[in-house]
């Protein structure tokens, strides 16, 4: 059976780094990385949708399939 649909495709990732038994250091807790929306993307269709001129270059791309938002994962989070 394909495992496959059990994963989720998020542009925002984490992993918890191994913590050795007798390590002296404290733990480090969860680490974030960022994936690329062109890693899932596979060929480029054609006939994609184009931002116009100056939105895309506001954006840094001219598809918005290949933009992507980055959100701080580290920066505090403000309740309120």
Excluded: I
């Excluded at 990732?13 to 990385?33: A, E, I, N, S």
């Excluded at 116009?52 to 994962?73: C, F, H, I, R, S």
């Amino acid at each position: 059976m394909d495992n496959t649909a059990n994963y989720s495709f998020t542009p925002l990732k984490g992993y918890q780094p191994f913590h050795g038994l007798f390590d002296p250091c404290r733990p480090m807790g969860v680490k974030y990385y960022s994936t690329p929306p062109n890693l899932y993307l596979g060929f480029q269709p054609p006939n994609l949708q184009q931002y116009p001129a100056k939105e895309a270059l506001m954006k840094g791309t001219l598809w918005p399939v290949l933009w992507d938002y980055y959100e701080n994962p580290y920066k505090a989070k403000e309740n309120g």
